[in-house]
């Protein structure tokens, strides 16, 4: 079983930053890929970033790119988004999930074996 606890959302003015983490407190998450989808209100779960099992390959949604960054600690058992430049429209719950047995398109929902609770973001003034 997989356990994941993301953290570090918050109210932040735009243009601001914040830095999202998710920890997987049960086993090493090591030998899988990890991504961060986000959900606004009333809208679906969409994709957001995604990085492979050892950290090194990341792929972004075209809306974040240059403004966001994943990345993925093995020995922490954390993975982290940096959001900067945030804007209105990144204003979400933000969702880690783990890609262990699935192997479909990472950029769909169905192909996560497991998923954090979520932290709330919201970009305003």
């Known amino acids: 079983q997989v356990h994941l606890v993301e953290s570090g959302g918050g109210l932040v003015q735009p243009g601001g930053s914040l830095r999202l983490s998710c920890a997987e407190s049960q086993r090493s998450f090591s030998t899988y890929p990890m991504a961060w989808f986000r959900q606004a209100p009333e809208r679906e779960r969409v994709f957001v970033a995604r990085?492979?099992?050892?950290?090194?390959?990341?792929d972004y949604t075209d809306s974040v790119k240059g403004r966001f960054t994943i990345s993925k600690d093995n020995d922490k058992n954390t993975v982290y988004l940096q959001m900067n430049s945030l804007r209105s429209e990144d204003t979400a719950v933000y969702y880690c999930?783990?890609?262990?047995?699935?192997?479909?398109?990472?950029?769909?929902?169905?192909?996560?074996?497991?998923w954090g609770q979520g932290t709330r973001v919201t970009v305003s003034s």
């Open positions: 990085i492979d099992w050892n950290g090194e390959v990341a």
């Open positions: 999930g783990a890609q262990l047995y699935n192997t479909g398109d990472y950029k769909q929902v169905r192909s996560y074996d497991y």
